[in-house]
């Protein structure tokens, strides 16, 4: 069992969170539902919190009520293969309320941030060629989703 899970706080949607989430990335499967009973707090028979896997790695969602919302100061990060897994994750992350933001970051419909990145940013970023690497930067700063022909050109001069 994994030492250390990421728990996601839901107001009432955290089953049908999970299951989107599920649906993104391979390796990724529904674990457990445990359901409230009659002492609630939630309604009888709801989904209390959901056990579920992305991409092999463990998470917790609950339905704990409207106290809590999340912020960017969390994030879940996703090392993109490529232009196609950054185009495609984009697409169904941001669709049916979901939201774009700068240099990579969304927040899905459930308001859960997201960094879309792909491969080539980091090693761009990180290479030997110093002027290189802030053109990328600069470039990467303008964008919404990352562009990786951009990032590339921008990296050439």
Known sequence: ???????????????????????????????????????????????????????GQRYTALNGGPHFSFTEAISLYVDCEDQAEVDELWARLTADGGEESQCGWLKDRYGLSWQIVPRALPELLGGEDAAASQRVMRAMLGMRKIDVQALEDAARG
Request: charged share 20%; net charge negative; aromatic share 14%.
């Open 1 to 55: 069992m994994q030492k250390i899970t990421t728990f996601l706080w839901f107001d009432h949607q955290a089953e049908e969170a999970a299951a989107f989430y599920t649906s993104l990335f391979k390796d990724s499967r529904i674990l457990e539902v445990q359901r409230y009973g009659e002492a609630g707090p939630g309604p009888e028979g709801s989904a209390m919190t959901v056990s579920f896997e992305l991409a």
